[in-house]
């Protein structure tokens, strides 16, 4: 197996565990701030320890490293607190359609700070995904799922800002599977406790089995799924890490329509369509015209005798 194929199979796997995390925040059945807190403050212990041995076998973080995770840590508190409330607004499946608008923002974001112009597929599947969001806000619909859908597309909105912020500091990092995260996950747990009181608030002391599920939730998507996630961001093009997080929506879907009994509207489903085959045709680059020489290699040499 090429090293190319066996990153973009450990992104696809931390994109799996990863879209559970909607389903085990609303099976906790926790407020937001609390989901989000616990999320992070149950994963720290692991994650200094993955990072220790990490340090062991790579050496000390460097410091770009560390001052990044730590910016990471600052988005990231953001990005949990937007989207445990969009999960309470809309539910699981379309809370994380909605925060996964960071394709489009992550390559937007490098056009103004790195001088990478969208492709034209981009320029145009961004009016048609914005559409799929209006569908599934529920302005034209009176069966739309969700308690407020349109509260659920702004704090969507909001996540997938802070998501892909997140995800361009990271790429910015080392090549560290677990280092930068760690400070990252120590950075939100502290200002999600500061935070929470203007985000509704967090229980310092869910009951069980609340307990349990934020527990799975910090082990398997927050520690597994980001760290298999952070291992392959600086390994290939962001861009490519942001498609391939499209199966986290998709596999969100599915499971909150089966474990959870979410049952979006005809146009929120529509909107979740639109969204993602929006993304997948913006994201898709286009293939370069072959160069004359190219094209003589293309053709077939026949044999003379």
């Not at 090293?3 to 992104?11: D, E, F, G, P, S």
């Given at each position: 197996?090429s090293?190319?194929?066996?990153?973009?199979?450990?992104?696809?796997?931390?994109?799996?565990?990863?879209?559970?995390?909607?389903?085990?925040v609303?099976?906790s059945?926790?407020?937001?701030?609390?989901?989000?807190?616990?999320?992070?403050?149950y994963a720290?212990?692991?994650m200094?320890?993955?990072?220790?041995?990490?340090?062991?076998?790579?050496?000390p973080?460097?410091?770009?490293?560390?001052?990044?995770?730590?910016?990471?840590g600052?988005v990231?508190?953001?990005?949990?607190?937007?989207?445990h409330h969009?999960?309470?607004?809309?539910?699981?499946?379309?809370?994380t359609?909605?925060?996964?608008?960071?394709?489009?923002?992550?390559?937007?974001?490098a056009?103004a700070?790195?001088?990478?112009?969208?492709?034209?597929?981009?320029?145009?599947?961004?009016?048609?995904?914005?559409?799929?969001?209006?569908?599934?806000?529920?302005?034209?619909?009176?069966?739309?799922?969700?308690r407020?859908?349109?509260?659920?597309?702004?704090?969507?909105?909001?996540?997938?800002?802070?998501?892909?912020?997140?995800?361009?500091?990271?790429?910015?990092?080392p090549q560290?599977?677990?280092?930068?995260?760690?400070?990252?996950t120590?950075?939100?747990?502290?200002?999600?406790?500061?935070?929470?009181?203007?985000?509704?608030?967090?229980?310092?002391?869910?009951?069980?089995?609340?307990?349990?599920?934020?527990?799975?939730?910090?082990?398997?998507?927050?520690?597994l799924g980001?760290?298999?996630?952070?291992?392959?961001?600086?390994?290939?093009?962001a861009?490519?890490?942001?498609?391939?997080?499209?199966?986290?929506p998709m596999?969100?879907?599915?499971?909150?329509?089966?474990?959870?009994?979410?049952?979006?509207?005809?146009?929120?489903?529509?909107?979740?369509?639109?969204?993602?085959?929006?993304?997948?045709?913006?994201?898709?680059?286009?293939?370069?015209?072959?160069?004359?020489?190219?094209?003589?290699?293309?053709v077939?040499k026949t044999?003379?005798?």
């Amino acid at each position: 197996m090429s090293a190319h194929r066996r990153i973009v199979l450990i992104a696809i796997a931390g994109a799996l565990i990863i879209s559970t995390s909607a389903p085990l925040v609303r099976l906790s059945g926790v407020s937001p701030a609390t989901s989000a807190l616990f999320r992070c403050a149950y994963a720290v212990p692991p994650m200094l320890v993955l990072a220790w041995l990490e340090r062991r076998r790579l050496g000390p973080l460097p410091v770009k490293g560390m001052v990044l995770g730590w910016l990471a840590g600052v988005v990231f508190a953001f990005d949990l607190l937007f989207w445990h409330h969009a999960i309470d607004y809309v539910g699981a499946g379309l809370a994380t359609v909605l925060g996964n608008l960071q394709v489009f923002i992550v390559a937007f974001a490098a056009w103004a700070l790195f001088s990478e112009r969208p492709s034209s597929r981009l320029m145009v599947a961004t009016p048609v995904v914005f559409a799929g969001v209006v569908l599934i806000s529920g302005v034209f619909d009176s069966a739309a799922y969700g308690r407020d859908p349109v509260m659920g597309v702004l704090a969507g909105v909001a996540t997938s800002i802070a998501y892909a912020a997140f995800l361009l500091l990271l790429k910015a990092g080392p090549q560290r599977a677990v280092g930068p995260l760690a400070h990252a996950t120590v950075v939100a747990t502290v200002l999600i406790a500061l935070l929470s009181p203007m985000f509704g608030g967090a229980d310092p002391a869910p009951s069980w089995p609340a307990h349990g599920w934020l527990l799975l939730l910090a082990l398997g998507p927050q520690v597994l799924g980001w760290s298999l996630i952070t291992y392959s961001l600086p390994r290939q093009p962001a861009a490519l890490t942001a498609l391939l997080l499209l199966v986290q929506p998709m596999t969100t879907v599915a499971l909150s329509t089966l474990l959870l009994d979410e049952r979006p509207s005809l146009p929120q489903l529509a909107g979740c369509a639109v969204i993602v085959l929006g993304v997948l045709y913006g994201s898709r680059r286009a293939q370069p015209a072959l160069t004359v020489d190219e094209q003589d290699e293309q053709v077939p040499k026949t044999s003379t005798v």
